[in-house]
């Protein structure tokens, strides 16, 4: 694995990360190393393998002593109602910088 | 010269109703402990005083009213500073939250101050939770009670030294890839990741979705349950909560352990294990024989992809979830002459050297070209490692390994080397990944007096089974083996 300059500049931008000369220098040696270490996962035959992106076990074996009964797929999902919400002030209060009911940024449309 | 309290859940209760003591005094003389020490440990970086005082007169009330006292009436508790509170601030550690104030609580939170608990502030931890040694924290690192040179491990190490040292009767931490076991173990003290969606994670400030869990350090293991069973269940607010009603830990953990299957693990005492670690925790699993278990050698051939596979999906996950902090909503605004100028900015100054890393290193798996060769595959190693686990509890009912491969290790050891890092949570990334719940309990002393841990793995929802594992182990001198 060799990560160039250029790549760390690239990964910079795309995570909106402005780094220092310094730190691109030193990012670029350590992310070669790791990502070194982390191309052993190339060893592996994952051919077949189904990626595990379902993170839930509801249904996976019981406990124990107490058995919790299988999720019912739909039965935790709220009713998708409106409901009052009072806390926009509260929210706006931890801005950097609001001007009530908004948040304030740079201008970002030229005219 | 660790320190813990002599106070436990039950003892605090029965003192309460006893009127011997009021949760007001002993809030006080948590407070007075935490003045003469914090200092030096630096565990916790905010303390909630107003806000304990007023729910430990509350206890008090209700004492003197003779009404029915919650599980948790009085018990002074530390909070991770990743967990939301409602106007105590929260920093996770990063300068870019240094002045947020929450607007509202983490269920976990509300549901322990609802059974009584007394929060007394909130303790330090690596920024975002990322680190395995508390030194990536903005507001430095804290030190190990145990010994007062070394890391007392992370990213929960403020409230694994909280706990130690005698700061707080017990401590939320939170696990993504061994932040509560492996603290737990380098500061000598009970500390469980519960099953992913046993505990709701309402209000907790996202590190890793797939991988985040929260989860009690205590003194004791009966503690640990007493917590547990306060914070376990179904909330609305978590679509990643588990639907399954929670059972009682405190009233199962007594159960015999006798006939219960033992699986140890051939790969978690390979190389890089340090010899008197593998030697005590050896020692703790025959005492478990001795209880009754029966051990079972078992081989877990993919372990030595875990680490691997954590760090592409944790960094993956990282890189999204943080990408919340752009200096619009909240916390630190570095101001730009145009809006990405604004976020660039106030991202290179409000995050740390290993937050950068990992966001860096988890754009550029999810980055075009790249997401099928290290993001999709690292999924599909995942797959394979919690089949592992899957195919294990077929034969056991339990898993018994050590919690790491050395005990604490000195502050600035491995700050220059990020991977020997990672190195530090290589027994313990396994069942996070796995989604399975874990407990590190206390297993002797090295010769130099520092503390070592042994992890209780279990299938889905078995936290009652490992909590009664732990249980025996504590009650037979396990703790001090």
Redesign the interface.
Known sequence: MTISRE??L???E???????PE?IEL?RG??D???T??????Q?D?TN?????Q????T???????S??P??PE????EDSLRPCH?AD??L?????AAKPF?R??K?IER | MSAATAWTVASIQAALRAKKVSAREIATEFYATIDRRNPDINAYLTLSRERAFAQADRVDVATACGEKLGPLAGVPIAVKDVISTLGVRTTCGSKILETYLPPYDATAVARLEKAGAVILGKTNCDEFAMGSSNENSAYGPVRNPVAMDRVPGGSSGGSAAAVAAGLAVAALGTDTGGSIRQPGACCGVPAMMPTYGRVSRYGLIAFASSLDRIGPFATNVADTAAIMSVMAGHDENDATSSAASAPDYVSEIEQSVTGLRIGVPEEYFGEGIDSQLKEKVLAGIALLEKLGCRRVSLKMPHTEYAIATYYIIATAEASSNLARYDGVRYGLRVPGATLIDMYRKTREHGFGAEVKRRLMLGTYVLSTGYYDAYYLRAQKVRALIAHDFTEAFQKVDAIVTPTTPTPAFKLGEKTSDPLQMYLADIYTVTGSLAGIPGISVPCGMTKEKLPIGMQILGPHFSESRVLQLARAFEKAGGFVI
Do not use: G
């Open positions: 790549d760390v690239r990964v910079a795309l995570a909106h990360l402005e780094l220092t730190e990012y350590q992310l190393e790791i990502l270490y982390i191309s052993k996962l190339q592996l994952v393998v189904e990626p595990m992106t993170i839930s076990f509801d996976a074996e019981p406990a124990a002593s107490s919790p009964s999720r019912e039965s935790d999902l709220r806390i509260a929210v209060e931890q801005a950097p910088d948040f940024v740079p970002v």
